[in-house]
């Protein structure tokens, strides 16, 4: 079945999704679909699977015009998918599972042996280790990714959507998944996949479609034209707009280092320091596991080997409460709307919450009045608009909310801030005032740590650049602002991982 | 070994453990635990307690609560007695007729739950105050006494130990089995409560569930109620107003997710039953009865919190 995409355009309050989108998936073709975050993948997806509905465009099975207004309608006409979080049932057993959605069995009852047997047939071509009675919650992440593949499997998909598939599983489990996608291929099943692997996108994909800011940069193109360093730039692009901001601000004493730490979620060997009124920019693909050493630094992910030295002074920092109180480092965190804000809050106590222990009397209170004049500098300085500092933070666009998740830590004062894609789906006017303030922030003497995917705004803000690839330090170069020589130097850094990473996994398929 | 294994990783295992060397101990500190007449009464006030737990269960399957399970009895129960005493309905009719109600007002739950997109706890918490202002407003607080005398004869009655008001949690419980472990109704309410979104995304209408498990809810209530009034022999508008902490602790005890999407029926009823051994023997005890609810909340208190610990055990292992 081939399903086309025509001219589908998209728009969120704060943000055009996808903005006249137009892409064909043919059958019988493994279609990767590319971008970094924010793009409009995940947008895509959800349309196509009948979640969200299109503000403009249409979408075609065979060409006729398909409308799909629930996950059923989109199943219905032969849409499967495997969504990137886990939609298991964990108190059922992984047969149940599998075939959730149609059951079989006579006069309402269901049959749990024809359950089972189909279960097994659909598990014995990704993974016979996985036992169809057992309940899904004992499996590992691994697992469960294949339990949803078999799901997707089951329903005869023509068309079938995997989002980031192999994000959990191991290289083994990868290949078996591979092989399925061959057959699935033979069988003339149009298949869409999404990975920011671009190994695997390489070597498994017939044709590629690139999104970035909600439109095409690439459509459907044949993956045998496409060399790595063409789609890595495709994907990264460059902004035309770039905030005028002055670079080499007076470095001061080192407020962070890192020495040879190793983390929970997987890191090892980092080296890293930070100096006063300085920005040092981190930067990575998706995955490159940068927001999860931010998130170690300040003990919210455990460090297992190393030392942290916070100015001149060895720490060990257990929760962000510590690091707040002890060590004066905030961490703004990519995610405004799950854990940078309380939504429901006004813009007053979303601020006022890094500093309710400082302007507490001695009876605990905090008289409103204390707490709006503490706020104020902060809302005027960043210029957050709104009609009241009640106003609750729903109300605002996205820019304004991430203005407030910064005021915060604005307000705390801390010596260090850790800022995680403070841009992402934010337009471009407010980018570059978010630009500016950053750059301020830094030049009156704190130190931040700047993380984001989007290479313009590194390029810009910058005053060093580390480069990250799985969960390694592979670059570090003084940015001198000028984008060719900033693009030029994070590319060659991560083709450079890329190519020893090869090497080494191919050195290890030969042994 | 192995058998002995099964056993005790089931959740309801220590339960039942609880249960025998509870009675053990009881039989031990008092002789009158160990008589026919005594373990009847225990059983007895059991029956009731086993379908207002069951009653809650269905829609803690479903990850919601229901405040209005004694509201809704008591309001079934009053009805129940009118329709006796005043409108002199034959008793399997007035039965009927009372299950009708419960289903209905459960059902009434569900709608309004699922059409507002309100949490069940708080339309549940207005309508069981609903229905009890119209339980006092028909009765202004006077029971119904025209109850038929052998209906009230078999809330007395009894074969040896058992009595004949244990029957209809007996019979309830298998079929409620059957239908949450067996019938594609009853997986599909369980995987709404397990995970609504994956439930919806395969298909599952999750709003048609929730009515669905809201109006079992308030037949079990039904139910509840009229055995309720076979057992004290007058339709009281009281009925169902001391039922929240069993509803709650029968089910959590017995080792339902509070989340939802899982509930072990076995588990409830033993709970109920160590309820009931722990009331009786401290009445048994002569403890003041003041002190036989301060003993139920520390119960649950207790068994949550070791619930709790051997969740986070088994997610170690």
Same mark, same amino acid.
Request: glycine content about 10%; aromatic content about 6%.
């Given at each position: 079945m081939r399903l086309s995409i025509v001219n589908v355009s998209k728009t969120f309050p704060s943000v055009k999704a996808l903005d006249d989108v137009s892409m064909e998936f043919a059958p019988g073709e493994v279609h990767a679909l590319m971008g970094e975050n924010g793009a409009g993948k995940s947008t895509l997806l959800k349309i196509v699977t009948g979640l969200y509905r299109p503000d403009a465009g249409l979408l075609k099975l065979d060409g006729e015009l398909v409308e799909f207004f629930s996950p059923r309608d989109a199943l219905a006409a032969g849409i499967g998918a495997v969504h990137q979080e886990r939609n298991l049932v964990p108190r059922f057993s992984v047969g149940e599972n599998i075939l959730l959605e149609h059951p079989p069995g006579r006069r309402g009852f269901i049959d749990y042996g024809a359950i089972y047997d189909r279960a097994r047939v659909l598990l014995e071509l990704l993974d016979p280790g996985i036992d169809v009675r057992a309940e899904v919650a004992t499996l590992s992440v691994a697992q469960m990714q294949i339990v949803e593949i078999a799901k997707a499997l089951s329903l005869n998909a023509r068309? @079938? @959507?995997?989002?980031?598939?192999?994000?959990?599983?191991?290289?083994?489990?990868?290949?078996? @998944?591979?092989?399925?996608?061959?057959?699935?291929?033979?069988?003339?099943?149009?298949?869409?996949?999404?990975?920011?692997?671009?190994?695997?996108? @390489?070597?498994?994909?017939?044709?590629?479609?690139?999104?970035?800011?909600?439109?095409?940069?690439?459509?459907g193109e044949a993956i045998a034209e496409m060399s790595r360093r063409r789609l890595v730039s495709l994907m990264i692009g460059r902004e035309e707009r770039i905030a005028d901001v002055a670079g080499g601000a007076k470095q001061g004493k080192v407020a962070l280092e890192l020495r040879e730490i190793a983390t929970s979620y997987g890191h090892s060997g980092i080296n890293l320091r930070l100096h006063e009124a300085e920005i040092l920019g981190l930067y990575g693909l998706v995955g490159a596991g940068r927001s999860e050493l931010a998130r170690s630094i300040i003990g919210d992910g455990r460090i297992t080997g190393g030392a942290i030295c916070v100015g001149d002074r060895p720490a060990r920092i257990r929760n962000p409460n510590e690091a707040l109180r002890r060590h004066r480092i905030g961490y703004v965190s990519e995610d405004r709307k799950g854990e940078g804000l309380v939504l429901s809050h006004s813009i007053v106590s979303n601020i006022a919450v890094t500093i309710w222990r400082r302007i507490a009397t001695r009876l605990w209170l905090i008289p409103p009045v204390v707490e709006r004049n503490a706020v104020t500098p902060q809302v005027q300085r960043l210029a957050i608009k709104s009609f009241s500092l009640d106003q609750t933070v729903d109300t605002l666009s996205g820019g304004n909310q991430q203005k407030v998740s910064l005021a915060k830590w604005l307000a705390a004062k801390t010596d260090i801030l850790l800022i995680d894609e403070p841009t992402v789906g934010i337009d471009i006017k407010t980018k570059v005032e978010l630009h500016e303030l950053i750059a301020q922030i830094a030049r009156d003497g704190a130190a931040v740590l700047l993380i984001s995917s989007d290479m313009a705004e590194m390029i810009t803000l910058a005053d060093r650049i580390l480069v990250m690839h799985n969960f390694a330090v592979v670059g570090e170069f003084v940015n001198d602002r000028i984008y060719e020589n900033g693009s030029e130097a994070i590319m060659s850094a991560i083709h450079a991982a890329e190519k020893d990473r090869k090497h080494l996994h191919d050195r290890a398929a030969i042994a | 070994m192995i058998g002995f294994r099964k056993f005790a990783s089931q959740e309801w295992a220590g339960l039942a453990a609880i249960f025998v060397l509870g009675s053990a101990l009881a039989a031990f500190l008092s002789p009158s635990f160990l008589t026919e007449y005594n373990i009847y009464v225990m059983l007895r006030s059991a029956s009731v307690e086993l379908l207002v737990a069951f009653s809650q269960m269905i829609v803690l399957a479903i990850g919601q609560m229901n405040l209005a399970v004694g509201a809704l009895g008591g309001l079934v129960a009053v009805l129940f007695g009118a329709m006796l005493q005043l409108l002199g309905l034959p008793l399997p009719l007035a039965i009927l007729i009372a299950?009708?109600?419960?289903?209905?007002?459960?059902?009434? %739950?569900?709608?309004?739950?699922?059409?507002?997109?309100? %949490?069940?706890?708080i339309i549940t918490l207005?309508?069981?105050?609903?229905?009890?202002?119209? %339980?006092?407003?028909?009765?202004?607080s006077r029971p119904f006494h025209g109850i038929p005398v052998e209906f009230v004869a078999l809330g007395d009655s009894r074969w040896s130990f058992v009595p004949a008001l244990l029957w209809p949690p007996l019979?309830?419980?298998?079929?409620?089995?059957?239908?949450?472990?067996?019938?594609?109704?009853?997986?599909?309410l369980l995987a709404v409560g397990g995970n609504m979104r994956a439930a919806e995304l395969s298909g599952i209408s999750a709003n048609a569930m929730i009515i669905v498990a809201h109006a079992i809810s308030g037949g079990l209530a039904g139910l509840a109620a009229v055995l309720a009034v076979s057992q004290l022999g007058a339709a009281q508008p009281e009925i169902g107003s001391t039922w929240l902490l069993i509803s709650f602790a029968g089910p959590i005890i017995g080792g339902t997710a509070l989340a939802g999407g899982y509930v072990s029926i076995l588990g409830a009823m033993l709970a109920v039953l160590v309820i009931a051994l722990i009331e009786n023997m401290l009445v048994l005890m002569k403890v003041d009865p003041y002190w036989v609810r301060f003993a139920l909340g520390g119960l649950v208190l207790v068994t949550v919190g070791v619930n709790r610990w051997r969740a986070h055990q088994m997610g170690r292992n």
């Open positions: 068309v @079938l @959507l995997l989002d980031e598939p192999t994000a959990s599983i191991t290289d083994h489990e990868a290949e078996a @998944l591979f092989k399925v996608i061959a057959r699935l291929k033979a069988e003339g099943v149009a298949i869409v996949f999404v990975s920011h692997k671009l190994d695997e996108v @390489l070597t498994i994909s017939d044709r590629v479609t690139v999104l970035r800011d909600g439109r095409v940069m690439a459509s | 299950l009708l109600i419960g289903i209905v007002g459960g059902f009434i %739950n569900g709608l309004l739950t699922t059409r507002t997109g309100i %949490n069940g706890f207005a309508t069981g105050s609903a229905f009890t202002g119209i %339980n006092l407003g028909l009765t202004e019979i309830v419980a298998p079929l409620l089995a059957i239908f949450l472990y067996r019938t594609k109704s009853g997986r599909k």
